[in-house]
């Protein structure tokens, strides 16, 4: 056989395996659920995070009801805002206190218009697996909760807690924050109340009980995992993230290129477990 038609053969064999990959994501993506979301994801520029959007935004295409916007901030643009596909280019330069809270605020700014029921805001490296969130909400509305809810009870000097001052506040951890529609119209009508000085996810929880009186709750039957390092062994990951019905998977892992490899394996989970 000539090397033009192993060449020839080859690229069929290529064509055909995308066009099954691409049937593949695209045949998931009927799921319906009984409430709209708009997912914000906090993002910034990283190799590994840039890895992790790449996997996050195909499985999260497969809900009809979801519509994820990953947002960061970007000292180059000329305009406060830029919407590139699922990306939002906010203008300002990316800091841990106030930046996580600013270029959050400034996203809910800038879907204010946007019709959803439920915004959630979740991080680069929790995957949610909506059709059991949606669930949730369904039995147990909720104005604000989260996946993980802590009562504080430690100092943090980089997230602003230098004293006991906070100490038994309830707050949604900022791996995945749920507001109401109407919760997110009182924040920006009430902004300037927010407390920049504190970490995101505690200074939304402040407001949220002081401003707003809506201290966190728990949602129904609320299943979250930090995902573990099993040091590549799929059988275990497997064994430990089908222990129960999981809604939220944190990764955190101290290197980050074990939560891109985690992620992976979770997505192509549910993906089958939605079948």
Known sequence: M???YIILILVAIIFVFLLIKKDYIEGFQDINLKHNYLHLVLYSDDK???KMKKITEKYYKIYKNVKTIY??????????????HNLLKIKGNETFIPGILDK????FDYIKGYEYDYLVRSNISTIINFKLLDKNLT????EYSGGKIYNLNWLDEKGGIIDK???GLQFASGTAIIFSKKIINELLQNKEKINYKLIDDVSIALFMRDILNKPAKNIKNNNFIYVPNTNGNK???RKIISEKPYIFYRNNNIDRTIDVKNMKFIVNYLLNKNK
């Open 165 to 167: 001052t906070y100490f």
């Open 235 to 237: 059988t275990q990951l």
């Open 104 to 107: 959050t605020i400034k996203a």
């Open 48 to 50: 590994e995070y840039n």
């Open 139 to 142: 039995i147990k509305p909720v």
């Open 2 to 4: 000539s090397g033009k």
């Open 71 to 84: 947002y960061k901030f970007d000292n180059t643009i000329k305009e406060d805002y830029k919407l590139d």
